[in-house]
C-alpha cells in the first residue's frame, strides 16, 4: 500500500514540475523571449497551486468518500480531456508590448485545467493515505519528501533529458500519457481508504461519546491552531517564495533565459524541502542559521560592489547566490517543518503554505515591476529572511533590567550607529578613500572607475555589526535595513543615471557620463549616453554637435555593421528599403538616406520611447530617411506583414541576440524562411550574433545550409582590435549575413567579410519551433 500511494505522489510531482518549464519554452516565442516569462508563469502556477491546495481541503473536510470519488475523478479525465484538445498557444503580435494578460490567458487554455488537477494531489494522496489502516495512517508527512524527490526528478528531467532530444509535441505526448496513469493510480488510491462503517442509532450515540473522551484526552497532543501560527507559516512560506523568484530573475536576465536556468533556483529550493521535512531537521536549522547570515551579508557587498560598478565573476556570483537560496530555503523551510500540525490538519497546513508561495510570486512578479523601478524586491527578501531568527533566546535568565539594556544597544543603538556611519561614508567617502589611498600608495597613480577603498568603507562596518547582533533577529534585520536602505538610495539618486523604468522586460537605464576623446589629436569634451538593460548595453550615443551623427556601440562606420549597411546602401543608390529587429538607441537610423526606408520592429514599448526622446539619444530624430517604428515581436509582424502582401525588403536585419535573453524563436529555420520569403531577389538576411555566453556561430552556419548553397558570411570584430580610448563608446561585435544571391555575397567578400564553415564535431541540431538546445550553444570556458 505504501508503494502505491508513494508512486502516485511522486508521479504527480514528476508531472506538476515538469509541465512549467515545458508550458514556459512554448510561450517565449510569442512574448520575446523574456525572463519575465518565466517569472509570470511561476506566479501564475502559484497562484494554481493555492486553488488546488483549497480545493484538496474543501473536498477532504466537506465531502463523504463517495464524493471525493466521483467529484476528483471527473476533474481529473476533464483535465485529460482538455489537454488532449487544447494545445496550441496563440496571440496577436501587439500583444507581447503588453503580454501578462495574454501570458496569463494562454496558460490557463494549454495548462490551467490539467495543472489544476494534479496541483492538489499531494495534500490529497497524504489526506487519503491517513485514512487507510496502515500503521503510518497516523503521520503521512514522509510522503511529502516522497513529493518533493518527484519534483526534483521532473525539473531536472526536463532540461536534460526530455529538451535536448525531443520536440515540443513530442514532449507533450510523453507527458499526456504520464497523466493518465497518474489517473489511474490516483483513483486506485482513494479506494484504498477505509469505508465509513454505518451505525445504529444506539452505536453513533456510543461512539460521540467515545470521541468526546479521546479528543479530551488528546488535547495535549492535538492543539487547536491559532492565527498567529497560521500566519507565521504563512511568512516562513513568503520569504524562500520571494528569494526564489528573485535569484531566478537576476540569473535568467544577466545569463540567458532556458529551461536549465529556470529549473536550477527552482531545484535548490526543493532540496531544502526535502532535507527540512526529513529527519534530523532541528539540527539542519541549527546548523545553516550562522551561514545564511553570512551569505546575506555576502549579497549586501556584492549589491554595493554592483552600484559602484565593480562586478565579479558572473557564474561566482550564480554560485553565491544559489548558496544564499539553499541557507534562507533551509531555515525558513526548516521552521515550518518543526511547526508542522497534527495529520488531521495537513490539508490545512500546506494550504497556508502555498498561501505564502503564491504571495511570494505576487510580490516579485506584479508588485515588484507595478511599483519599484530596481530590483528592490530581492533586498526587500534579504532583510525579511534574517528577521525569522529568534529574537531573544540568549536573553533568558538575566534580570529585567539587564534584558533592557541589551534590547536598546542591539535594536536601537547598533542599527541608529550602522545607519549614522552609512550617511557620513556618503557624504564623506570620496574624501577618506582618498586620503586612505594617500597613505598606502606610492609613485605614480593610475587611474580606476571603481573606486574600491570606498566601497570597502561602506561595507565593512554595516557588515560586522551585522555578524555581531546576528542572534537576534530583530536587531540584525533593522541593522541591515538601514544599510540597504542607502543602497537603494544611492542607486536611485545617482547622477549618472538619468532615466530609469522597469517593464515586462526588464529595468532599463539611461546613463550619463562625461568623456574626452581625440579629434585630430585635439582633446574635445563630450556627453557619452548609454542605454543600458541589466548588464547588457543596448546602445551608446556621443551628445555632442560634431559626433551626434556617427552611429557608436556595435554600429560604428568602420565595424561590421558599417561594412554591411555600406554595401547594401552601394547596391541602391535610388533607396533601400530594410526591416530591423531591435530597435535599442536607434543607431542604424544614422546609416539612412533621404531615398531610404527604414522600419522597426520593437517589443518594448519603453525602448522605443527612449530611442524617440531627444533628451536622451538623437538618432532617430536626426536621421534623415523615412523611418516608423512597430510596437510587437518582430516575427509576428513580418507574418502579418507578408499577410498584407506589402512590398518586400532589400536587408532584413535580426538585432536581438546581443542580450543574454535570447529570442529562440527568431533563430529557427521556420523564421529564416519567412525573412528570406520577405527579402527581395539580392537581398541580405544580417544576425548580429554578438553574445557573451552564447556561441550562435554554429546554429547560423546550419540556418544558411538548409536555406541557401552559399556559405555563411562573418564580420568579427575582436576587443583588442578596438583602440583602448574608444572602449566607452566603440564595442566589438560579430555579424553574420546569409544571402541567395552569389552577387551580393561576391560584394559582400570584396568588402572584407568571409565565408564561415563549422567545424563537424562543432555542429549543432538544426534549430526549429518544434526544437531547439541553448545548452550546446553556450560558452562554459
Avoid at 536611485?492 to 550619463?512: D, L, N, P, W
Wanted: hydrophobic share 50%; with cysteine; glycine share 8%.
Amino acid at each position: 500500500m505504501v508503494i502505491l500511494y508513494t508512486l502516485t505522489v511522486f508521479l504527480s510531482a514528476c508531472l506538476l514540475f515538469s509541465i512549467q518549464p515545458m508550458i514556459a519554452k512554448s510561450l517565449l516565442p510569442i512574448f520575446g523571449g523574456g525572463s519575465s516569462v518565466w517569472t509570470t508563469c511561476m506566479l501564475f502556477y502559484q497562484t494554481l497551486l493555492l486553488l488546488g491546495y483549497l480545493y484538496a481541503h474543501i473536498l477532504m473536510t466537506r465531502f463523504a468518500r463517495r464524493s471525493q470519488i466521483i467529484i476528483h475523478g471527473s476533474l481529473l479525465v476533464l483535465a485529460l480531456v482538455a489537454g488532449i484538445l487544447i494545445d496550441t498557444p496563440e496571440a496577436p503580435a501587439q500583444a507581447s508590448t503588453f503580454p501578462v494578460p495574454w501570458l496569463i490567458l494562454q496558460l490557463m487554455l494549454i495548462s490551467g485545467l490539467p495543472f489544476f488537477a494534479i496541483s492538489s494531489a499531494g495534500p490529497l494522496i497524504q489526506g487519503w493515505f491517513s485514512r487507510t489502516e496502515h500503521a503510518r495512517a497516523h503521520d503521512p508527512y514522509f510522503l511529502y519528501a516522497a513529493s518533493n524527490a518527484g519534483s526534483l526528478i521532473g525539473l531536472l528531467a526536463y532540461p536534460l533529458i526530455f529538451e535536448p532530444s525531443l520536440g515540443l509535441m513530442a514532449q507533450r505526448k510523453f507527458w499526456l500519457l504520464g497523466f493518465g496513469l497518474f489517473i489511474v493510480l490516483a483513483i486506485n488510491a482513494v479506494l484504498r481508504t477505509v469505508k465509513p462503517k454505518k451505525l445504529t442509532p444506539k452505536e453513533a450515540k456510543r461512539q460521540r461519546k467515545l470521541e468526546k473522551l479521546v479528543v479530551k484526552s488528546d488535547e495535549p497532543e492535538i492543539e487547536p491552531l491559532t492565527w498567529g501560527r497560521r500566519m507565521c507559516w504563512v511568512y516562513l512560506a513568503f520569504i524562500p517564495s520571494s528569494m526564489l523568484l528573485s535569484v531566478t530573475t537576476y540569473i535568467t536576465t544577466d545569463v540567458v533565459s532556458l529551461p536549465l536556468l529556470w529549473v536550477l533556483p527552482l531545484v535548490v529550493y526543493l532540496v531544502t524541502m526535502i532535507l527540512a521535512f526529513g529527519s534530523n531537521t532541528k539540527r539542519l536549522v541549527k546548523d545553516f542559521t550562522r551561514p545564511m547570515v553570512m551569505l546575506v551579508i555576502g549579497a549586501m557587498v556584492l549589491m554595493m560592489a554592483s552600484e559602484f560598478g565593480a562586478g565579479g565573476s558572473l557564474y561566482l556570483v550564480t554560485l553565491i547566490e544559489f548558496m544564499l537560496l539553499f541557507a534562507i530555503g533551509m531555515v525558513c523551510h526548516g521552521y515550518l517543518a518543526l511547526d508542522r500540525p497534527h495529520a488531521s490538519h495537513l490539508t490545512e497546513f500546506f494550504l497556508y503554505m502555498s498561501v505564502g508561495g503564491a504571495l511570494g510570486g505576487i510580490f516579485n512578479g506584479v508588485i515588484g515591476p507595478l511599483f519599484f523601478t530596481t530590483n528592490l524586491e530581492y533586498t526587500i527578501s534579504l532583510v525579511l529572511s534574517v528577521s525569522i531568527l529568534p529574537w531573544s533566546k540568549d536573553l533568558v535568565g538575566k534580570s529585567a533590567s539587564k534584558i533592557r539594556r541589551i534590547k536598546l544597544s542591539r535594536r536601537v543603538g547598533v542599527p541608529v550607529f550602522s545607519l549614522v556611519y552609512v550617511l557620513l561614508i556618503g557624504v564623506f567617502g570620496q574624501e577618506i578613500s582618498s586620503w586612505i589611498d594617500g597613505l598606502f600608495s606610492s609613485g605614480e597613480q593610475v587611474e580606476s572607475p571603481i573606486d574600491l577603498t570606498l566601497i570597502g568603507l561602506m561595507v565593512s562596518v554595516p557588515a560586522f555589526l551585522i555578524y555581531l547582533v546576528w542572534k537576534d533577529g530583530l536587531a540584525c534585520a533593522l541593522t541591515l535595513l538601514l544599510p540597504m536602505a542607502g543602497i537603494v538610495y544611492s542607486a536611485s539618486s545617482s547622477q549618472e543615471v538619468i532615466y530609469r523604468a522597469r517593464t515586462f522586460y526588464g529595468i532599463h537605464k539611461v546613463m550619463e557620463y562625461p568623456q574626452v576623446i581625440l579629434d585630430d589629436e585635439e582633446p574635445v569634451l563630450v556627453t557619452i549616453h548609454k542605454l543600458v538593460h541589466g548588464t547588457t548595453m543596448h546602445g551608446v550615443q556621443m551628445i555632442h554637435p560634431l559626433y551626434e551623427g556617427e552611429p557608436m556601440g556595435y554600429y560604428t562606420r568602420h565595424g561590421p555593421c558599417g561594412t554591411i549597411m555600406n554595401t547594401v546602401l552601394d547596391m541602391h543608390p535610388e533607396g533601400m528599403r530594410g526591416a530591423f529587429l531591435g530597435l535599442g538607441a536607434g543607431a542604424i537610423a544614422a546609416y539612412g538616406r533621404e531615398q531610404d526606408e527604414m522600419l522597426f520592429f520593437e517589443i518594448d514599448p519603453e525602448v522605443d520611447a527612449v530611442a524617440r526622446n531627444p533628451a536622451y539619444f538623437t538618432y532617430l530624430q536626426n536621421s534623415k530617411a523615412d523611418w516608423d517604428t512597430k510596437l510587437g515581436d518582430g516575427r509576428k509582424l513580418l507574418e502579418e506583414s507578408a499577410a498584407l502582401g506589402e512590398e518586400k525588403f532589400d536587408i532584413v536585419l535580426a538585432d536581438a541576440f546581443s542580450s543574454d535573453a535570447i529570442p529562440v524563436h527568431l533563430l529557427t529555420i521556420e523564421a529564416i524562411n519567412l525573412y528570406f520569403d520577405r527579402l527581395n531577389d539580392d537581398g541580405m538576411l544580417v544576425l548580429h550574433i554578438s553574445n557573451r555566453y552564447m556561441d550562435l556561430m554554429p546554429v547560423a552556419s546550419e540556418l544558411a545550409q538548409a536555406t541557401t548553397p552559399i556559405p555563411p558570411l562573418v564580420l568579427d570584430e575582436q576587443f583588442s582590435m578596438i583602440p583602448e580610448d574608444a572602449h566607452g563608446y566603440h564595442l566589438a561585435s560579430q555579424w553574420v549575413v546569409i544571402t541567395k544571391s552569389i552577387e551580393t555575397g561576391q560584394r559582400l567578400i570584396d568588402n572584407g567579410m568571409e565565408a564561415f564553415f563549422v567545424d563537424e564535431e562543432d555542429r549543432v541540431k538544426l534549430w526549429t519551433d518544434d526544437f531547439s538546445n541553448i545548452i550546446s550553444v553556450m560558452k562554459f570556458d
